[in-house]
């Protein structure tokens, strides 16, 4: 069983950096990991993605060129360092895993098997 947990959300600033973590228990080293978000009253929505050997990646066209993504999988933790952000970042932010050996780096909620309780993010303007 692959248990995953956040943590790094808070309140910060308009134009401000955070740094998002998950940690895994199980072994995730060769799963995909995934972030997502959700705003109060909308629907959860991808954020960025990376492969098992953190070569791919993927990021939504909404946070391209202020995010990374990355994994440590020694330490079994993938990281999301998000800068310059925007109120419209405030959500709860989710890591989930994907044990697909078939679909990878992927943007589809459904394609995730893991997730983690997720990390409040407020960005205040």
């Known amino acids: 069983q692959v248990q995953l947990v956040e943590s790094g959300g808070g309140l910060v600033q308009t134009g401000g950096s955070l740094r998002l973590s998950c940690a895994a228990s199980?072994?995730?080293?060769?799963?995909?990991m995934g972030w997502f978000r959700q705003a109060p009253g909308k629907k959860r929505e991808f954020v960025a993605a990376?492969?098992?050997?953190?070569?791919?990646?993927k990021y939504a066209d909404s946070v391209k060129g202020r995010c990374t993504i990355s994994r440590d999988n020694a330490k079994n933790t993938v990281y999301l360092q998000m800068n310059s952000l925007k109120p419209e970042d405030t959500a709860v932010y989710y890591c989930?895993?994907?044990?697909?050996?078939?679909?990878?780096?992927?943007?589809?909620?459904?394609?995730?098997?893991?997730w983690g309780q997720g990390t409040q993010v407020t960005v205040s303007s």
């Open positions: 989930a895993a994907s044990n697909s050996y078939v679909v990878v780096v992927t943007p589809r909620v459904s394609d995730y098997d893991y």
């Open positions: 990376v492969d098992w050997s953190g070569g791919s990646t």
């Open positions: 199980g072994r995730t080293f060769s799963y995909s």
